[in-house]
């Protein structure tokens, strides 16, 4: 294989001051001896830290319990190896010979071992801010559908938040209900007294009327602290 990373450095946002930095962390065990395995432990920590401080800066309305669940879901196996296929990564691992032909360069495992690797490399060839900037450049995709996941269930994300916050739970009434049974539409509202929230939404039932208030209450949470206001 001709060892030319150029392209992959470019996909990383990140030009390696130390090739050989990069390719250990491309390095699978089954080809050398040095390889990447103490740097993917490294880099491991390195993505859960880039990951949680994003989510806290992020999302500052949410509470511990989903902003774990929302990480989980973005640095899994199946999550990094996705990214590692985006950026080809395959292509300029070493590996060993058994793992050559047994489809090693597409194996989940081994892509996101190497993405994790590279991350490390990253840290210590210039520094963490530099490796959480690579981060931040590779996930952006991914914390499009994190939006996703909190839209979908934002009715729990608001009693996890309140209930966090030793705040009393919302109030969801039914404050209107127009056109035929067939096609009605709800109207529903979503009561917080103690935050003087009283938010209005509506949908094609009770329940997804319920989750788009909550959804509405949430946003205007999160806009009240990042505007430094709590009510």
């Known amino acids: ?12 946002g ?14 699978h065990r089954s080809y050398s001896k040095t390889n990447n395995e103490r740097l993917e432990f490294v880099g491991d920590g390195i993505l859960d830290y880039a990951i949680a401080l994003s989510l806290y800066n992020k999302y500052p309305f949410l509470a511990e319990g989903v902003l774990s669940k929302i990480r989980a879901a973005l640095v899994n196996q199946d999550s990094l190896s996705m990214i590692a296929t985006q950026i080809n990564l395959g292509e300029y691992l070493f590996i060993g010979d058994g793992e050559e032909k047994s489809g090693g360069r597409l194996r989940p495992s081994i892509l996101a071992d190497a993405l994790e690797a590279i991350f490390a490399a990253v840290s210590l060839d210039s520094n963490i801010q530099q490796a959480m900037l690579v981060i931040d450049n590779l996930f952006k995709d991914k ?9 979908k269930d934002s009715k729990s994300i608001l009693q996890e938040y309140l209930q966090a916050s030793q705040i009393s739970p919302p109030v969801y009434n039914i404050i209107a209900l127009d056109g ?11 009561v917080i007294a103690e935050l003087n929230i009283n938010i209005t939404a509506c949908g094609k039932s009770k329940k997804e009327a319920s989750q788009f208030s909550a959804q509405k209450a949430l946003k205007l949470i999160k806009e009240r602290k990042i505007n430094g206001n709590s009510k």
Do not use: G, N, W
């Not at 990140?14 to 390095?27: E, G, I, P, V």
């Not at 914390?143 to 996941?149: G, K, P, R, T, V």
């Not at 035929?180 to 979503?190: G, L, Q, Y």
């Open 1 to 12: 294989m001709v060892y030319d990373a150029s392209r992959l450095q470019k996909d990383l």
């Open 143 to 151: 914390f499009i559908h994190a939006e996703d996941l909190i839209d």
């Open 180 to 190: 035929p049974d067939h096609d009605s539409v709800f109207h529903v509202e979503c």
């Open 14 to 27: 990140y030009t390696f001051k130390d090739s050989s930095m990069l390719k250990r962390a491309l390095t």
